[in-house]
């Protein structure tokens, strides 16, 4: 894997991003940082994640801009504030000289608490050096104390080795030792947050992007090529835990799982692994899915809701959820991530978790936001680009029209129906059009599960559970009725071409009865009858027309005559459909219709 290379602007963002992420107190606040996403899209899409009340429109007053600013930070807040050039910087700066530097002699001394402003390195070793620079810290030695805390452990109180008012050195403990996550047998690299008691406390512990992760000392290691009880080199500051060729030490991400390593500190996720919980989901997908189920689009503002991190949602530390569908829409957890996966592969697509192709938090993953803050469906149906890549395929190979031998006649592939022409709209007694078959539902978007994101001419739900899964799906609908002999393979969500042999899946043919797959996916739009009772007497059925009868894993229907049904049945075995209906003395119906 190759390391992702961005844009200054870009990167800036994403650091943006993690930070409101992880810290409610953030704030954003600028000329045009909101609805415009700011002059060099630095802020693009954050208030439409965040909301107006995280991600602030200001008017155009730098001076009114900081100074705001400097009252927030003083109430505990942590504004950004966004100059848009530096030539409007000028009426800002009399903030900074006449209030922020003052502020301590205004307060009679009371506004003077120890700041932390730069720690480093971010990452290294218990035993290892460890300076901070800041202000209002004491001389001398022993004079200042830090303090380091993990979320949800415990404060761990450490003398500094050397002290001036600006700037601490320190060697990491080894009492730190027992405060480091720990994961199954694996002593784990911790984020720790600190706070430096000078005279008084530091007013809050140092945010996510300025505190360090710590490892084991990597002298303790034992076994092939490990600390005991501790992570392997390539999770070291010096190691490289994607191979990308870039130090950890150098790498906001070092598994390149999309998620930055202090936020992952934070959800108790590895850093150095894009699966923590191996369901074979990356830990950055199963976040922003979780976030996206966990907008229940009711609140308004409406946002994103942070990470929950507990069940039911996707969850990167659960290795049971991979087969779980969050979000309805019939397709799993995994499922959807191969999905997103194969779409991001395709020319002008991005890997990115901004807005993911496929999410399992989302039915309709393709959206577009209305009545100011509230997600709406944005794939239509009319013109979607893979009917329209699947239809052009279909044209320049020649398979766009069927001859059917057993009828003599050419027909279009989507004339299902057999009567001459393709319906735009559905016909009474019928499930949905020829032409729109994906809208199963006929509202004119896509679901995810009515998308075709490999551009086969088959829905993402008939490949995955649906009529195309393989023979099991119509073993179960048509229970009565005995399945063929072969058990013809199903077809691959994320492959056109499941079977290799140049034929897009829709207009390939599994059991080999010259009737494409498009043309037996559906006994209702075959054939025009209605759904019948699954418990008709054998009596009752009704044995027309003839080609509506079909099964695309099962080469006699509808067709008995077609090339690979066989000639003959087996010597005293039950013949499989339709040789065990009631018009060859079996006991099933001829024939029901019940998709």
């Given at each position: 894997?190759?390391?992702e ?18 810290d ?9 940082v909101?609805?415009?996403g700011g ?26 801009i900081v ?8 109430r ?18 009399d ?15 009371k ?28 001389r ?13 452990g ?6 500094a ?20 996550r720990?994961?199954g ?12 008691l ?15 992760v ?26 490289d835990c ?22 992952e ?20 997908y ?7 189920l ?8 409406n ?74 469906p944005a794939?239509?149906a009319?013109g979607?680009e893979?009917t ?6 279909l044209?320049a ?6 001859y059917?031998?057993n ?11 057999r ?16 032409r729109?078959?994906?809208?199963r ?50 077809t ?8 290799g ?20 996916l ?6 025009g009858r ?8 054998k ?52 024939y029901?219709?019940?998709?």
């Amino acid at each position: 894997m190759t390391a992702e290379k961005m844009a200054l602007a870009k990167a800036i963002n994403e650091s943006l991003r993690t930070a409101l992420d992880t810290d409610p107190k953030v704030l954003i606040m600028g000329e045009d940082v909101g609805k415009l996403g700011g002059v060099f899209r630095v802020t693009d899409g954050l208030q439409k994640d965040f909301g107006e009340s995280r991600v602030i429109d200001t008017p155009l007053a730098e001076s009114g801009i900081v100074g705001t600013a400097i009252g927030l930070a003083l109430r505990g807040y942590r504004p950004v504030v966004e100059i848009q050039f530096d030539g409007f910087v000028f009426p800002a700066y009399d903030q900074i000289v006449t209030q922020l530097a003052k502020m301590h002699a205004r307060s009679l001394g009371k506004v003077k608490l120890p700041v932390v402003t730069r720690v480093s390195p971010l990452r290294l070793e218990i035993g290892q050096k460890l300076e901070i620079r800041g202000r209002h810290f004491l001389r001398g030695r022993n004079k200042n104390t830090v303090v380091f805390k993990r979320d949800r452990g415990k404060a761990v109180f450490v003398k500094a080795d050397v002290g001036t008012t600006k700037l601490l050195r320190l060697t990491v403990p080894a009492k730190l030792q027992k405060e480091l996550r720990v994961q199954g047998s694996a002593t784990m690299p911790t984020l720790f947050r600190i706070r430096v008691l000078a005279r008084k406390f530091g007013k809050r512990f140092t945010k996510a992007s300025l505190s360090p992760v710590i490892a084991p000392k990597s002298a303790d290691a034992s076994g092939p090529g490990g600390v005991a009880g501790g992570p392997s080199p390539q999770s070291l500051p010096d190691g490289d835990c994607n191979g990308d060729g870039v130090k950890n030490a150098d790498s906001a991400d070092d598994d390149g799982d999309l998620v930055a390593d202090t936020l992952e500190s934070q959800l108790g996720t590895d850093p150095c692994k894009m699966d923590t919980d191996g369901d074979g989901v990356e830990d950055g997908y199963e976040y922003r899915s979780a976030i996206d189920l966990n907008n229940d689009e009711y609140q308004d503002p409406n946002v994103s809701m942070p990470y929950p991190g507990k069940r039911p949602y996707p969850n990167p530390l659960d290795k049971d959820d991979a087969n779980t569908d969050y979000d309805g829409d019939s397709l799993t957890l995994v499922e959807e991530y191969k999905l997103w996966k194969f779409s991001y592969s395709r020319p002008g697509k991005v890997r990115s978790l901004d807005s993911l192709y496929y999410s399992d938090g989302m039915q309709y993953s393709i959206y577009k936001f209305a009545d100011g803050d509230r997600r709406k469906p944005a794939l239509s149906a009319n013109g979607y680009e893979k009917t329209t890549e699947f239809e052009g395929w279909l044209s320049a190979s020649g398979h766009a029209t069927v001859y059917l031998p057993n009828e003599d006649a050419r027909y279009s592939l989507l004339d299902v129906n057999r009567d001459g022409s393709v319906s735009t709209t559905t016909q009474s007694g019928y499930l949905h059009s020829e032409r729109f078959y994906l809208d199963r539902d006929g509202d004119g978007w896509l679901s995810d599960d009515e998308r075709d994101e490999d551009a086969d001419g088959l829905a993402n739900f008939v490949e995955t559970h649906g009529m195309m899964m393989g023979r099991s799906w119509w073993d179960q609908k048509y229970d009565r009725e005995t399945p063929f002999h072969i058990s013809y393979a199903g077809t691959d969500v994320a492959d056109p071409d499941t079977d290799g042999d140049g034929v897009r899946d829709g207009a390939d043919d599994q059991d080999h009865d010259d009737i494409p797959n498009l043309m037996e996916l559906s006994r209702n739009m075959a054939s025009g009858r209605a759904f019948d009772d699954p418990k008709t007497d054998k009596n009752a059925g009704i044995p027309t027309p003839d080609f509506g009868r079909v099964n695309p894993f099962n080469p006699c229907l509808p067709d008995i005559h077609s090339r690979t049904c066989p000639r003959y049945q087996p010597l005293g075995a039950t013949g499989w459909a339709p040789f065990d209906s009631s018009a060859y003395g079996g006991d099933d119906p001829n024939y029901l219709v019940l998709n």
